[in-house]
Structure formats: C-alpha cells, structure tokens
C-alpha cells in the first residue's frame, strides 16, 4: 500500500514520508522475503524519484543499501537467481526514474543520483535483461544523457547503449532508433577519453551488424572520425585502438556484403594508405588489425583485377590509386611488424612479410632492429 500511495501526486508521497515510511522500511532491511524485497523497492523507487528532497531523504536513511545488495549479487553472478532476477527487474523500473527525473543542476545529490543510476543501469545491462530495460522506454533519455557535461554521467549512459549495440542486431536497432548515432558522434570528441573509447567501441560493432546498420552510420561519417583520430599524434593509443576497430570492420563488411557499392568503398575511402598511417602506432593489436585488414583487400584486388597485359603487382597499385608519398609509407611501415619485436614471427609479422614479399617488394630490405 505504501509503495501506490508513493506513485501518486507528490503531496501523497509527502504524506507517506512525513509518517516515517522511508525508516520503517529500511528498518526491516535486510528483507526477509522476495515479495518484502520486491514492494520495498518499488516504494523506495516511487518516494526517491518524486522531487529532489524526498529522494535526498531516502540517501539520508541509506535507501541505496538495498540497491546495492541487488547489484552485488548481481556482480556474483546471482542474477540467474529467481530472487534476484525479480529484484532487478523492480529494480529497473527505480532506477529509470531516477534517470528520467530532472533534477536540480545545482544540487550535488541530485548530480550523485543520476550517476549512481546510469551505473547501476549500466551493469545490470552488461548482464543481460535487455527486454526488461527496453520495456520501460529509457534509451532515447540515455542518448540525451550522452551529452552531458559530466563524463560519469556521459560514460556509463554511452557504456549502457553500446551493450545493447554489442549484443544482437534487433537490439542495435533499438539503440539506433533512440538515436545512438548522433551520440556517438557527439562523444567521439569528448574530453574523456573513456567516452572517446566507448565511443569508437559502439561504432565498431555497429558496422559489423546488418548491411542497413552500416551504412546508416558510414554516412554519419564515422570513417572520416576514425581516420582524424588515427592521424592525430596527441590522441591516446587506447583511443586509437577501438577507432582502428572500425576501420577494420568496415572491410570484412565491404567484402561480406560483397556489392559494388560495398567494395567501392575499400578505394573510396582511401583506406590502404589509412591502413598503413596505422601501422606506425606502437600497438600489437592495431598493428594486428592493420596487416589483416590490408592483406584482405590487396587479395581481393589482386582476385578481381587479374586479368591479362600487366602484372597482379601493378594491377593493385593502379586500382589503389596510392601516392608516392603513401607507398614510401605503407612499405617501410611493414618493415617494423615483420623484422621486430613482439610481432616478429607472429601471425602479424608473417602477414607483413607476405604483403611486402608480394606486392611491394621493393621495400623488402629488412629493418633495422
């Protein structure tokens, strides 16, 4: 009963905390039931997300207490718990409205709140009960929260959205029609370099999703912020990782969907020379990405342009359309993979030496170690 009267107007849920309702409820925490669990929350949720001082009354008598205990279990992999799996189910609805509440920008409890809930959303999402939280209809508030000014707030609603991206595609779509797009974009260039790596992260896994998807977010422009952020010597490497990751999702996509306008993008978008900017990052994994990605297309230029009069060699220079300057670079760059450490002898290394061995072969003196 105390849980409805909270969900009504405002003064109800005055009237419910004058009486000493938030205490009495935590006096019976832990709670001994699921069912106790269940109405305790959904009170706690109702009184806390009403105004700014009724939700600091429930702070101020550790309301958060039962929440935590949920996330915890959680954490502890509980959440396959029948229990537990209500809860959080409860637990989901509190902490949507928290999010949605707007609350005063001066206030350090309200600013508190709303992180504290777009963490909690944020780990209970990287649990799964994705038609749980899509049902309450909280991820286009999410993507507004992308572009707070505070980045625990901007992080962890941009970390919730990328879950939903990394998890299937109907969920990508979800994501992408609350508007995640123009997030992402938006928080590529944050000052955090955690939401920049997030960032490039959802854009990753958005261009190995469906054919529609890709393209929806190639003419956001994503592969002109990749090749910005590649290119910019003050940008963090980890940054620089996840964008490469985009790059190199974006070639398995053009020869996956294999169409013209697919593999047109592979000379379109100048990547080869990108590709070989990339492989002067001190980075095993971009190195990685990069000596893959640019033996996929080399292979598959050389497949689809062999044909009589010229060389495979001097088909894939003049179907890549490489500068001078751009072959200097990507040869003497796969020099560093294939003769030092830690890529000499890998797999990367072995794909350098195979791409020097048989498409630029002039560049095949080795590096000095």
Not at 317 to 346: A, C, S, W, Y
Request: proline content about 3%; some cysteine.
């Amino acid at each position: 009963m105390t849980a409805n009267i909270a969900s009504g107007p405002t003064d109800q849920a005055e009237a419910v905390v004058a009486a000493g309702a938030i205490r009495k409820i935590m006096d019976l925490h832990p709670f001994s039931s699921s069912t106790l669990e269940h109405c305790a929350l959904y009170a706690l949720g109702n009184i806390a997300a009403d105004s700014g001082h009724l939700r600091d009354a429930v702070l101020a008598c550790d309301g958060m207490a039962p929440v935590m205990k949920i996330l915890t279990s959680l954490q502890d992999g509980g959440h396959s718990e029948p229990r537990v799996a209500l809860a959080t189910s409860q637990l989901i609805i509190i902490l949507a409205q928290l999010i949605r509440t707007r609350q005063s920008t001066g206030s350090a409890h309200s600013v508190e709140t709303i992180e504290n809930a777009v963490i909690s959303l944020s780990r209970i999402c990287n649990k799964g009960f994705f038609p749980e939280v899509l049902s309450i209809g909280i991820l286009p508030r999410l993507v507004e929260l992308c572009r707070a000014s505070n980045p625990i707030i901007q992080r962890f609603s941009l970390q919730t959205l990328g879950y939903f991206v990394a998890d299937n595609e109907n969920h990508t779509d979800a994501a992408m029609d609350a508007g995640v797009i123009s997030a992402l974009m938006n928080c590529i260039t944050a000052f955090s370099k955690s939401v920049r790596e997030l960032a490039f992260w959802t854009a990753s896994n958005i261009v190995a999703g469906t054919s529609q998807q890709a393209r929806i977010i190639l003419d956001a422009g994503i592969v002109q912020a990749v090749v910005t952020k590649l290119l910019d010597s003050s940008e963090e490497v980890i940054v620089k990782k996840e964008a490469c990751w985009v790059l190199t999702n974006l070639v398995v996509a053009c020869l996956r969907h294999s169409t013209e306008y697919w593999t047109s993008l592979l000379y379109e978008k100048r990547l080869v020379p990108v590709f070989g900017h990339a492989l002067a990052i001190n980075d095993a994994q971009i190195r990685s990405n990069a000596t893959a990605s640019l033996l996929s297309i080399l292979d598959y230029t050389k497949r689809a342009q062999e044909e009589g009069g010229t060389s495979a060699e001097e088909h894939v220079r003049k179907r890549l359309l490489l500068e001078p300057e751009e072959l200097f670079v990507l040869g003497t760059q796969l020099r560093t993979p294939r003769d030092t450490q830690p890529t000499r002898g890998t797999e990367t290394g072995d794909r350098a030496r195979r791409l020097l061995k048989d498409y630029f072969p002039e560049f095949g003196c080795h590096a000095r170690v």
